[in-house]
Each structure stands twice: as structure tokens, then as C-alpha cells.
């Protein structure tokens, strides 16, 4: 089910440690570390099929805490997308904060940076954005950049969901239950 001619391609932003891959409270450090959550990249594969661009908004302070450097995050996001692709699924792009909590940067999430610079790259309304993220500084980031934030239960959400104290959230057991989701409000 392809976007129909006139109409703009839709985007999705996802957070990446526990949306797509499992989180690691010692960080993912490596492609051998970096292990999908069962479904996801088949998750973003449909959606691809129907027409979505998807793109990913991550923190990354690993970097910035010097346990990896920039070309291991390469690598690792070298062997998502290569698990993509054999699922049928593609990117279509990577944004993520490099910058230590402490640093007081604009993107890191909670604050709205990633999702202005993809706002401002795609020239997209954010207001017609939905974003997946696990933790309670992802639903923030969205709210504060003005996208749709959902929340999956993989990950933080199980924590995020008991402490989330804000306005409707809509909680999904996982990026599949996502998708489906996402493809019925289209």
C-alpha cells in the first residue's frame, strides 16, 4: 500500500536502544552487543512497505563517555542495517546525540534538536509525526519538538508507563503492535 500521488511520504521516528534492539543499562559498546528485539526490524519493514520513510532520533553520550568511538557506532549501525535489509526493511536515515547528559546540548533528548534537524532536512510538520520511543525523556522529546509520541512496553516502557504522569500516552506492547497501529491511522 503505496502513498497515493499528491499525497507527502510519510516519515516515523524511532528511538533505538529498547524500541529496536535491546537496551543495555552498561551500553550497546559493539555489533556483537547490538541484538534486535524479536520483530522489530520486521516491524519496520512493513512499514517501509507501506510507504514509510523511517528514520531513527538517538541518544548516544556512550560517545561522549569515551566507551566507543564514533567508528564503532558505525559498525553497529552498519550491522542494524544490514539485519534490515535481509528482513526487507531499509533506513532512511540515523540521527543521534553524541553529547554527555552533562553537556547541556539542544539535542539530546528530552529537548526537541533531533527532531528540529530532521524536521528541517525533510521539511516535514512534526505535528503529523509519530514518534516510538521507550523512556520517559523520549515521550518529552516528542512533546517538546511537537511529534506524536507513542510509547512500546520493550525497554524502559514497562518503568516509564508506572511513572508517566501526563496527558493520554498510547502504550503498545512493541514496535510490531506499533506498525500496526500506525498503518490503520493512515
Known sequence: MKPSKGKPVPFIILDRDGVINYESHEYIKSPEEWLPIPGSLEAIATLNQAGYQVLIATNQSGLARG?????ML???????HAALHACGGTLTEIFFCPHHPADGCFCRKPQ???FFQIRDKYALELKDVFFVGD???DV???KNAGCKPLLVLTGNGQKTRASYTGAHLPVFQ???QVAEFVLHEK
Open 112 to 114: 526537541p534538536g533531533l
Open 140 to 142: 518529552q522529546a516528542a
Open 67 to 71: 566507551y566507543f568511538d564514533l567508528a
Open 174 to 176: 512493541d514496535l510490531a
Open 74 to 80: 558505525e559498525k553497529i549501525h552498519a550491522k542494524l
Open 135 to 137: 523512556s520517559l525523556c
